[in-house]
C-alpha cells in the first residue's frame, strides 16, 4: 500500500491495533529504528552515526482504521443484492494463487550494493527504505484488522449467513502481500545495518479513522498509483541498467501487480456500493482524494530529489507520468476525476513545492516555536490557496461501473 494518503485530514485517532506481524528480533549489528522522537531503552547502540528516528510531518506515512461494523453491514448478503459474488470468487482465486510466493528471494547482491553506496545517496536511501517499508506495514495493518473483524463477524452471524467471508478472505490475503513487502523492505535496511522495529510500530503510532467509502477511495488510489510508481521505475531502469544502484528494483515488474490487483479489489468494492459513484457528493469526494494523494506524493518526491536523480530520473516530470497514468486509471471507476494533463495543474504543483520549501525552512529555523507558528500562518494560508484552486479547477466528468470490468487488461 503505497504512502499517498498523508495529506488526508484525520477525524479522529485509534488506539487499539492488531497484532501478530511481531517485531523483529534484535540483532547486535543493527540499529532498530522505533518511529518516535524517542528510542526504546533495550535497542542497541548503534557502531555509526546514531539515527533517533523519522520526523513526523503531514507528509509522513499514516496509519487507518475503519467502522467495521459499517464495513461489515456494507457487504452483508443479504442486505446489499449488488454484490457481484462471482467476482469477488474470482478475485479471490486470484489472490489464492499467490504469483509472487517464490518472487521476493534476496541475493549476495543486495549487501554488496549497499555497502558500495555512499554519500547523499546512501543516506537517502535509506529514507526510501523506511517510507516504504512504513506504508506498506500501514496497509498490513488495516487490511489484517478488516479480515480478522469480517471474520468474526461472519462466525458470530453464521446460523444467519448474513456474512461474506469472501471478502474477509481477500482482506487476510492482501495484508499477506503487503507483510511480505514491508518484510522485504525491512530486510533491505539489514543491509545498511538497520532495522525498523515494526512491533514498536504497531504500538507507538496514532491511527486516522475513515468512514469506510474513505478508505475505498484513498485506498484504491493509493493501490492505484503505487501500481505506477514501480513499473515506471522499472522500466526506466531496465532501458537504463547503469542507474541500477540496488538490485530491489529488479523485484518491481512482479511486485507492483500485487499493488495492481489490490486496486482492483477496491474497484470491485466500490462498484458493490454504487451509492459511493453515483451522486454529486461521490465526485466531490472523488476530486478531493485524486488532489490529496497526488499533492502528497508531488511534495514528497521534491523533497528527495537526490534519490530520482541518483537513479536516472527527473523527479518532477516523474511525477507528472505517475499522475496521470494513475489520473487516467482512475478515471475508469471514480465519476469524475482532476483534469492534470491541463498545464495549469502542474503550474498549482510546483507553486505548491516552493510555498513548501518554506515552510521547511521556517520549522528548521531558530525561532522559538511562538515565532515560527507566527511565520506558518501566511505559508500555510498560501497552500490551502492552491490547494483550493487546484480543487476548483473544472474536473473531467468520468468514471462508469461498466468501464471499470476491463481495468486489468487496460492497465498493464
Known amino acids: 500500500m503505497a504512502a499517498e494518503m498523508a495529506l488526508l485530514k484525520p477525524i479522529s485517532k485509534f488506539s487499539s491495533t492488531s497484532h501478530g506481524f511481531g517485531s523483529p528480533r534484535p540483532y547486535s549489528k543493527f540499529y532498530v529504528i522505533n518511529m518516535s522522537s524517542a528510542t526504546s531503552q533495550n535497542s542497541p547502540k548503534p557502531k555509526k552515526a546514531a539515527k533517533t528516528g523519522i520526523k513526523e510531518?503531514?507528509?509522513?506515512?499514516?496509519?487507518?482504521?475503519?467502522?467495521?461494523?459499517?464495513?461489515?453491514?456494507?457487504?452483508?448478503?443479504?442486505?446489499?443484492?449488488?454484490?457481484?459474488?462471482?467476482?469477488?470468487?474470482?478475485?479471490?482465486?486470484?489472490?489464492?494463487?499467490?504469483?509472487?510466493?517464490?518472487?521476493?528471494?534476496?541475493?549476495k547482491e543486495f549487501k554488496e550494493a549497499a555497502d558500495k553506496m555512499q554519500g547523499?545517496?546512501?543516506?537517502?536511501?535509506?529514507?526510501?527504505?523506511?517510507?516504504?517499508?512504513?506504508?506498506?506495514?500501514?496497509?498490513?495493518?488495516?487490511?489484517?484488522?478488516?479480515?480478522?473483524?469480517?471474520?468474526?463477524?461472519?462466525?458470530y452471524s453464521l446460523?444467519?449467513?448474513?456474512?461474506?467471508?469472501?471478502?474477509?478472505?481477500?482482506?487476510?490475503?492482501?495484508?499477506?502481500?503487503?507483510?511480505r513487502h514491508a518484510g522485504f523492505l525491512n530486510k533491505g535496511l539489514s543491509d545498511f545495518n538497520l532495522a525498523l522495529d515494526l512491533g514498536f510500530l504497531t504500538k507507538a503510532r496514532k491511527y486516522t479513522f475513515f468512514k469506510p467509502k474513505f478508505i475505498f477511495y484513498a485506498t484504491y488510489l493509493s493501490e492505484k498509483i503505487g501500481y505506477w510508481r514501480y513499473i515506471t521505475i522499472y522500466r526506466h531502469l531496465k532501458a537504463n541498467p547503469e542507474f541500477q544502484v540496488y538490485p530491489i528494483f529488479k523485484y518491481f515488474e512482479n511486485w507492483c501487480q500485487d499493488e495492481n490487483r489490490h486496486g482492483d479489489f477496491f474497484s470491485a468494492l466500490m462498484k458493490a456500493q454504487p451509492q459511493f459513484l453515483n451522486?454529486?457528493?461521490?465526485?466531490?469526494?472523488?476530486?478531493?482524494?485524486?488532489?490529496?494523494?497526488?499533492?502528497?506524493?508531488?511534495?514528497?518526491?521534491?523533497?528527495?530529489?537526490?534519490?530520482?536523480?541518483?537513479?536516472?530520473?527527473?523527479?518532477?516530470?516523474?511525477?507528472?507520468?505517475?499522475?496521470?497514468?494513475?489520473?487516467?486509471?482512475?478515471?475508469?471507476?471514480?465519476?469524475?476525476?482532476?483534469?492534470?494533463?491541463?498545464?495549469?495543474?502542474?503550474?498549482?504543483?510546483?507553486?505548491?513545492?516552493?510555498?513548501?520549501?518554506?515552510?521547511?525552512?521556517?520549522?528548521?529555523?531558530q525561532d522559538i516555536s511562538l515565532v515560527k507558528n507566527l511565520k506558518r500562518i501566511p505559508i500555510i494560508a498560501a497552500l490551502a490557496s492552491e490547494l483550493l484552486a487546484a480543487y476548483l479547477m473544472p474536473p473531467i466528468e468520468s468514471g462508469s461501473v461498466d468501464f471499470a470490468e476491463f481495468e486489468p487488461q487496460l492497465v498493464y
Open 57 to 107: 510531518s503531514l507528509l509522513t506515512p499514516r496509519f487507518y482504521t475503519t467502522d467495521f461494523d459499517e464495513m461489515e453491514t456494507l457487504f452483508n448478503t443479504e442486505i446489499n443484492k449488488n454484490l457481484n459474488q462471482s467476482e469477488f470468487e474470482a478475485l479471490r482465486q486470484e489472490f489464492k494463487t499467490d504469483y509472487n510466493q517464490t518472487h521476493f528471494v534476496r541475493s
Open 279 to 365: 451522486d454529486w457528493k461521490a465526485k466531490l469526494w472523488s476530486r478531493f482524494f485524486c488532489l490529496s494523494v497526488y499533492v502528497t506524493m508531488y511534495l514528497n518526491d521534491c523533497q528527495r530529489t537526490d534519490f530520482y536523480e541518483g537513479i536516472g530520473l527527473n523527479t518532477k516530470e516523474f511525477d507528472m507520468h505517475v499522475i496521470i497514468e494513475t489520473n487516467r486509471t482512475t478515471a475508469r471507476i471514480f465519476p469524475a476525476v482532476l483534469d492534470v494533463e491541463n498545464p495549469e495543474f502542474k503550474r498549482k504543483l510546483d507553486r505548491m513545492v516552493e510555498i513548501n520549501q518554506k515552510l521547511i525552512a521556517v520549522g528548521e529555523n
Open 159 to 179: 446460523m444467519l449467513q448474513k456474512t461474506n467471508p469472501v471478502v474477509a478472505e481477500i482482506f487476510s490475503l492482501m495484508s499477506r502481500d503487503e507483510a
Open 120 to 155: 547523499p545517496l546512501r543516506q537517502i536511501f535509506v529514507e526510501f527504505l523506511e517510507r516504504s517499508c512504513t506504508a506498506e506495514f500501514s496497509g498490513f495493518l488495516l487490511y489484517k484488522e478488516l479480515g480478522r473483524r469480517l471474520k468474526i463477524m461472519k462466525i
